[in-house]
């Protein structure tokens, strides 16, 4: 690496997948950083070092967050928001904190409220993950090309005069070269922007996955389940209803505006393809059938 880390401590509270895989990327990709793991359980402590995803671990706020350059969150959101205030006290004196979550807004609101003087919290959402869990599925290579998103909002009061300054140089330049660093490209926007992306191409799929999950379970026909014919489509059109249930309820509440909106908006759209197919116009079902076909291979090239 020809650049020194910019963080030399850092700390991750929560060891699982993705906490997992970000120590294991900082110890392979910013080898001069020491890598400090916090988990709640004493067995995961060796689970954590066994699968070599730590220099440390520790179950110590305290002991773990002692002296830490940046402090990442990796929780469920609702949990994030509980964790900060446990930890803020334990935050050395310009200390960068920072978060994992797929919601920003909620978050952002919290800290306003606990981050207090001399440190300073911007949020981080690495669009990353596996549909399998735990430390031990966990790689160094989880975010490679994967795109992280930074809010440019930047949340803490500063003693010194140029303390703005100063903050917005850290969330938007170091922080930045940290995500870039682990294998992210990195785009910056507002919390707003965030969770109103995200709720369009990552909440509102899962949820409408979780729906139509439950609408093949509903559908019998002659004493027999429509759920026992499944094939790849179904069953890729609904692998995301296999997410936590606790994670993706945080989700859904804490970004409950946009989510409701998109759906509403959603409705619409399958009031326009209702409305076609009554018709019985089979030229206009074609076009709006082309219309989201060619929407989808334009998105794929872009996002390659």
């Known amino acids: 690496m020809k650049e020194g880390a910019v963080f030399k401590k850092i700390t991750i509270i929560g060891m699982g997948l993705m906490g997992g895989s970000l120590g294991k990327a900082i110890i392979k990709y910013i080898p001069d950083a020491h890598v400090i793991g916090i988990v709640r359980r004493q067995e995961a402590v060796q689970e954590v070092l066994t699968a070599k995803a730590a220099h440390e671990c520790t179950m110590s ?6 002296d830490a350059d940046l402090v990442v969150l990796s929780l469920p959101v609702l949990a994030i928001c ?27 609101e919290k800290m306003r409220e606990i981050i207090g003087k001399d440190r300073f919290f ?9 549909e ?13 090309g994967s795109v992280c998103i930074v809010t440019s909002d930047v949340v803490g009061t500063f003693s010194h005069p140029l303390a703005h300054e100063i903050a917005n140089e850290f969330a938007l330049r170091n922080l930045r070269s940290f995500w870039e660093k682990v294998g992210c490209r990195v785009s910056v926007m507002s919390s707003n922007a965030h969770d109103c992306l995200l709720s369009a191409v990552s909440h509102v799929p899962h949820f409408l996955s979780v729906v139509l999950m439950h609408f093949a379970g509903d559908i019998v026909y002659d ?20 997410g936590s249930p606790e994670l993706w309820a945080d989700i859904a509440l804490t970004n409950k505006h946009n989510v409701l909106e998109h759906l509403n908006a959603i409705n619409q759209q399958i009031n326009t393809f209702l409305n076609i197919l009554q018709k019985n116009d089979k030229d206009e079902l074609v076009t709006y059938l082309s219309k989201a076909k060619k929407l989808r291979e334009n998105s794929m090239e872009e996002s390659s």
Do not use: W
């Open 122 to 130: 911007v949020g981080s959402h690495p669009i990353a993950g596996s």
């Open 223 to 242: 004493n027999q389940q429509a759920v026992r014919y499944t094939g790849p489509g179904f069953r890729d059109t609904t692998r995301l209803a296999g």
């Open 82 to 108: 509980a964790c900060a205030e446990s930890i803020v006290p334990h935050l050395k004196k310009g200390a960068v904190l920072t978060d994992m979550g797929s919601t920003k807004q909620a978050i952002i």
């Open 61 to 66: 706020y305290e002991e773990g967050l002692h």
């Open 132 to 144: 399998k869990t735990g430390v031990a599925h966990s790689s160094q290579d989880l975010f490679l």
